[in-house]
């Protein structure tokens, strides 16, 4: 498989970590490029964040509509008919590019998945199962999908890999109980896992940067 067209933004030169940054529904990857200035990224070592965009599919819950989508979405519940094949291709191609960090360089646990929305479900999807230990997942405004069969596809390698989740109290996208479904699915299963909800919709604020700048400082020290 081909790579996905990505962006990159690097915070030093020769990095030694790396983020990749994964975007919501109907976005690229410029989504989440423009915040890397905002972050205080003071105690991390060198980061080379990567925001890969993803192909443009017909998207049923938008009646057809084609757009960027990780995988299709059929009903508003998110969880009704998931579209397994196509979070598995997603998958497929999100690790390609974490072997690719891998063959740059840098040390597996030194990279961070991060994701928005449908992002941030696939950053769950993907590092759970992934067999090498990262260093961190960011959950921004999403959910755990394929939430039946995570417990028995998990791979011990990431079992006590930090997760930081985080949500607006108002989301109207993604339903708030739906990512407290998952974060408690997520407790259950042995994760250590640091929930935040903030006053907010389906975005992120000025309160979200400042906690996930320090979340990348506890992950990506460097000490």
């Not at 970590?17 to 003071?42: C, M, T």
């Not at 690719?100 to 590092?127: D, K, P, T, W």
């Not at 890999?161 to 974060?183: K, N, W």
């Not at 903030?198 to 992120?204: K, L």
Request: charged share 15%; with cysteine; hydrophobic share 45%.
């Amino acid at each position: 498989m081909e790579l996905l067209p990505c962006i990159e933004l690097e915070t030093t030169p020769n990095p030694t970590a790396a983020v990749i940054w994964l975007h919501g529904l109907g976005a690229d990857g410029n989504d989440f490029a423009p915040i890397i200035p905002e972050l205080n990224l003071a105690g991390c070592q060198g980061i080379r964040f990567v925001f890969p965009s993803a192909p443009s599919m017909p998207v049923t819950l938008n009646g057809g509509y084609v757009m960027p989508a990780w995988y299709d979405i059929v009903g508003r519940s998110l969880v009704d008919q998931e579209d397994a094949s196509g979070i598995s291709k997603s998958a497929v191609s999100i690790v390609q590019l974490i072997e690719r960090e891998a063959s740059r360089g840098i040390a597996y646990e030194n990279i961070v998945l991060a994701g928005f929305s449908q992002g941030c479900a696939m950053v769950l999807h993907v590092g759970l199962r992934f067999p090498h230990k990262l260093a961190g997942m960011m959950a921004l405004s999403g959910y755990l999908p394929l939430a039946t069969t995570a417990p028995t596809e998990k791979h011990s390698a990431n079992q006590n890999t930090p997760i930081f989740m985080a949500h607006g109290e108002y989301d109207p996208v993604v339903a708030l109980d739906r990512a407290q479904a998952s974060y408690a699915l997520l407790e259950n299963m042995g994760y250590s896992v640091e929930w935040n909800e903030y006053p907010m919709e389906h975005s992120v604020n000025r309160e979200e940067l400042i906690d996930i700048s320090r979340f990348l400082q506890q992950v990506l020290s460097s000490q």
